[in-house]
Structures are given as C-alpha cells and as structure tokens.
C-alpha cells in the first residue's frame, strides 16, 4: 500500500499546479527495454510524456516542435490542453488507457499487499477516483502520474514497469527530433536477447574476434564494415588471437578503443594509445586507408600470447607487436594519437538538428566539420536568427558520448553528442538567470 499511498498523495497535488520535468538532461536511444535510463527533462520530456501517456506513441517532428514550445511555456496548461479531447471519456476508461500506455498492466504489476489485494487494481481504482476529484484537471493528473511513474526504477512493485516506461520515453524522443517523421509513430523498443549490430572504430577494424557474453568460444570477427552481432543484453570482448583488446557491457551501435578503457578516455590516454598502436601496426592494410585488417595469420600467432594495454611498457609493446607479425614496424605514439583523434572526429561529422526550450525557446540546426568544428544558427519562436558556434572533444564524457562546448548569439551552449544514438543535447544559460535546454538529432544533409 505503500507506493499506493503516495501514488494519492502525489496525485492529490494536482490542485497545487507543478508538475514540470527538471531533471538533468537524459541521454536517449537506449535500445533495451531494461537497460536503465534516465528520466526525460524539460518542456520536451513534458511534451513526450504526455503524448505516449494519451496515443501510445511518440509525436510527429512538427507536433514535438510545438508540443514543446507549449510545455516549456506551461505545463500544466499543455497537459490539460492535450486531454481536452478526452472530455467525454469517462474516468474509468481514461484510467486505464492511461495506465495501458504506461506500461503499468496487470501483466506488469503483479504484487499484491498484505490482504492480497492486487496493487495494480489498487492503483487503477485511485486513479479513477482522483479523476473524479479533479475533472478538469485530469490532464495535470497524467502528468503528475508520469512524474512519478519515471523517478520509480528502483522500487520493488513499479521498478521494472519504470525501466520500460523510461527507455520507451527515450526511444520515443529519437523518434520526434527526426525531421523524417512526419507522422507519429509507435517506436518499438528492442527485447532482451535481440541481436544487435555495432560496429567497432579505431577506423574500420576488420577481422577483429568477438566474444558475446560468457561464450568460451569466439562468437565471430567484424566483418568489411567493422561490424559485429551479439544480443543486446550481453557484453562484448574483443581479442586479437588471446590478447584481449577490451569489452563493454552491451553491444552499442559504435565502440571505439575509448568504450574499452571508461569515462574520461582521450586519444592520449596511456592504455587507449597502446591498443591503437597494437592494431594500426598489426594491420594489413595501411591506416590511412580508413581500414585496419587483422589478417587470420596474425590472430593465429597471437593465439597464445597476452598483454595488459594498461601497465605495458612501449619496449614490450613493440617487442609483442614484432612477434605477432614478423617485420611490422611500430607505429609511434604521436601517430596512434593523430590517428585516433581523426576516426573520432570522424564519427561526429554530418549534420544534426532540433529544438530548444527553457525562458524561450525555437529551433537549431548544425554541421560538425570533420575537425569536429561546430557551426550553425538557432532560431527563436519570434524569428530571431543566432549564430552556433563551437567545438567537440575528442575525450569521451560518457558511453559514447563526447562534451560540446559553443555559444549561440553569445549564449553559452554546453553539451554533448552521442556517436551511437546519434543525438545532441545538453544546456544553455546566458549567466543572468535566463537558460534552458537544447535536444537534437542526426538529420538529413
């Protein structure tokens, strides 16, 4: 009765008004349905929250461009507004396509209390009650529940609905920042045990041996794409021969010596620059073809060697790399790290776009060069045009993710792009009390 209780209470506050996402940005894209994520922020979060608690689905790219206007406007207006047409719903009815939406079903919930009482019916039955105390504000109900529902993860009735709930959110905003979508669309999330496809860049590495999970025997090589398979709730190790190049704990769309080694990895770092001089001096095919090619010779002398990439001296390195391929001449450090910096600005390249909100709010659009230079215009809800400006790091932040850091018309603008999930994001604040947030995607040329 718990969870209940406060369920009531929360909802209960709806007479109070509030019910603003203002959480830290959250990264998107997550491609499992339980892989934890992050709670979305802002008048964008407030927007895709509503929108999948009413249809099911996410918004157009145009509906999540004014949606996110309107919520970043107010709120708790939007969301009365988007249930208006609900009006001749009845509460009972409401309730539970709300809740279906959610994902919190009797398939999902299955605790019950101590007078083995089901809690779902429990919290169904609140939520037709709370409609009733509050008709005309059922819209700020639904987004107090949503609230709620995504801060939930980590209890024990509504956790894993929450992790569902949260990563649908996610993969529901990848879908409206893409000025493809034209409609709104139902995003399927990808179940545990799905193969996933990703693709590892030290440039293309091919040929490179791949462990999915716990396997004893390798799972397979990369192939001319780089690319390797293994289910999405699994970690991936690579290896060339038995030397272990690294691992990460799922497959990601792309993995760089950087996801190997952490947060905070650069080109420079000690242990990321001895796995790219290891792999460009074994390859068979020149680096600045934009390929490396681990031949089956060279795996096959270094089935039974080892090395640790972190604690190596560079005089053991080139005596290993001499070993597994007679002849090889090492690559130097200052070349590994050129190299290196040049794959990752690689990946930041094209052009991305989408929405900002916070005091006011409109729409951006982006080219990253491939020296990773930033370079653009933001453009106001009133038609006022500034100037993006800015530069990536080559230093990964997070999984996958690498820090920006630019100005618009002066305004600071810092954030963060995702080589995997392909999304841009982060915040704005003039200093002067006045700031908000910015979300976007790869789009089309």
């Given at each position: 009765?718990?969870?209940l209780?406060v369920?009531l209470l929360?909802?209960?506050?709806?007479?109070?008004?509030?019910?603003?996402?203002q959480?830290t940005?959250a990264?998107?894209?997550?491609?499992?349905?339980?892989?934890?994520?992050?709670?979305?922020s802002?008048?964008?979060?407030?927007?895709?929250?509503?929108?999948?608690?009413?249809?099911?689905?996410?918004?157009?790219?145009?509906?999540m461009?004014?949606y996110?206007a309107?919520?970043?406007?107010?709120?708790?207006?939007?969301?009365?507004?988007?249930?208006?047409?609900?009006?001749?719903?009845?509460?009972t009815?409401?309730?539970?396509?709300?809740?279906d939406?959610?994902?919190?079903?009797?398939t999902t919930?299955k605790?019950?209390?101590?007078?083995?009482?089901s809690?779902?019916?429990?919290?169904?039955?609140?939520?037709?009650?709370i409609?009733?105390?509050?008709?005309?504000?059922?819209?700020?109900?639904?987004?107090n529940?949503?609230n709620?529902?995504?801060?939930?993860?980590?209890?024990g009735?509504?956790?894993?609905?929450?992790?569902v709930?949260?990563?649908q959110?996610?993969?529901?905003?990848?879908y409206?920042?893409?000025?493809?979508?034209t409609?709104?669309?139902?995003?399927a999330?990808?179940?545990?045990?799905?193969?996933?496809t990703?693709?590892?860049?030290?440039?293309?590495?091919v040929?490179?041996?791949?462990?999915?999970?716990?396997?004893a025997?390798?799972?397979?090589?990369?192939?001319?794409?780089?690319q390797?398979?293994?289910?999405?709730?699994?970690?991936?190790?690579?290896?060339?021969g038995?030397?272990?190049?690294?691992?990460v704990?799922s497959?990601?769309?792309?993995?760089?010596?950087?996801?190997?080694v952490?947060?905070?990895?650069?080109p420079?770092?000690?242990?990321?620059?001895?796995?790219?001089?290891f792999?460009?001096s074994?390859?068979?095919?020149a680096?600045?073809?934009?390929?490396?090619t681990?031949d089956?010779?060279?795996a096959a002398?270094?089935a039974?060697?080892?090395?640790?990439?972190?604690?190596?001296?560079?005089?053991?390195?080139?005596?290993?790399?001499?070993?597994?391929?007679?002849?090889?001449t090492?690559?130097?450090?200052?070349?590994?790290i050129?190299?290196?910096?040049?794959?990752?600005?690689?990946?930041f390249?094209?052009?991305f776009?989408?929405?900002?909100?916070?005091?006011?709010?409109?729409?951006w659009?982006?080219?990253?060069?491939?020296?990773g230079?930033?370079?653009?215009?933001?453009?106001?809800s009133?038609?006022g045009v500034?100037?993006?400006t800015?530069?990536?790091?080559?230093?990964?932040?997070t999984?996958?993710s690498y820090?920006?850091?630019?100005s618009?018309?002066?305004?600071?603008?810092?954030?963060?792009?995702?080589?995997?999930?392909?999304?841009f994001?982060?915040?704005?604040?003039t200093?002067?009390?006045?700031?908000?947030?910015?979300?976007?995607?790869?789009?089309q040329p």
């Amino acid at each position: 009765m718990k969870i209940l209780a406060v369920t009531l209470l929360t909802l209960g506050l709806v007479a109070c008004g509030g019910g603003d996402l203002q959480d830290t940005p959250a990264s998107v894209g997550v491609p499992s349905a339980t892989a934890k994520a992050a709670k979305l922020s802002g008048g964008a979060g407030v927007a895709l929250h509503m929108y999948q608690a009413l249809y099911g689905k996410a918004p157009s790219y145009v509906l999540m461009t004014d949606y996110t206007a309107q919520a970043t406007a107010n709120a708790s207006a939007f969301a009365n507004t988007l249930t208006s047409p609900f009006a001749n719903t009845s509460h009972t009815a409401l309730a539970k396509l709300v809740l279906d939406n959610l994902g919190v079903t009797a398939t999902t919930v299955k605790a019950v209390n101590s007078k083995g009482e089901s809690e779902y019916t429990l919290l169904l039955d609140a939520v037709q009650q709370i409609f009733g105390a509050f008709p005309t504000l059922r819209g700020q109900v639904i987004l107090n529940m949503t609230n709620l529902l995504a801060d939930l993860e980590a209890d024990g009735t509504y956790g894993a609905a929450a992790v569902v709930y949260n990563n649908q959110a996610a993969a529901n905003q990848a879908y409206a920042l893409n000025a493809a979508n034209t409609s709104p669309g139902v995003v399927a999330l990808v179940p545990d045990g799905t193969s996933v496809t990703g693709r590892f860049v030290d440039a293309t590495v091919v040929g490179l041996a791949y462990k999915c999970g716990n396997s004893a025997a390798l799972s397979g090589t990369t192939d001319s794409n780089g690319q390797y398979t293994c289910p999405s709730n699994q970690s991936v190790t690579f290896y060339v021969g038995g030397i272990l190049i690294g691992s990460v704990n799922s497959p990601r769309a792309v993995v760089t010596p950087l996801d190997l080694v952490g947060v905070g990895a650069s080109p420079s770092n000690q242990t990321v620059n001895n796995m790219v001089r290891f792999l460009m001096s074994i390859s068979s095919t020149a680096p600045g073809s934009g390929t490396l090619t681990i031949d089956p010779a060279v795996a096959a002398a270094a089935a039974a060697m080892s090395i640790d990439f972190a604690t190596t001296t560079a005089a053991h390195l080139d005596a290993l790399i001499g070993n597994v391929k007679p002849g090889a001449t090492p690559v130097t450090s200052a070349a590994a790290i050129t190299h290196l910096t040049g794959s990752i600005n690689g990946l930041f390249a094209g052009p991305f776009s989408g929405t900002f909100g916070g005091a006011f709010g409109g729409n951006w659009k982006v080219t990253v060069d491939s020296a990773g230079q930033v370079t653009g215009t933001a453009t106001d809800s009133d038609g006022g045009v500034g100037v993006v400006t800015g530069s990536m790091s080559t230093a990964m932040s997070t999984a996958s993710s690498y820090a920006f850091n630019g100005s618009s018309g002066g305004t600071p603008w810092i954030g963060a792009l995702n080589v995997s999930t392909r999304q841009f994001s982060g915040t704005w604040d003039t200093g002067s009390g006045v700031s908000g947030t910015f979300t976007g995607m790869a789009s089309q040329p």
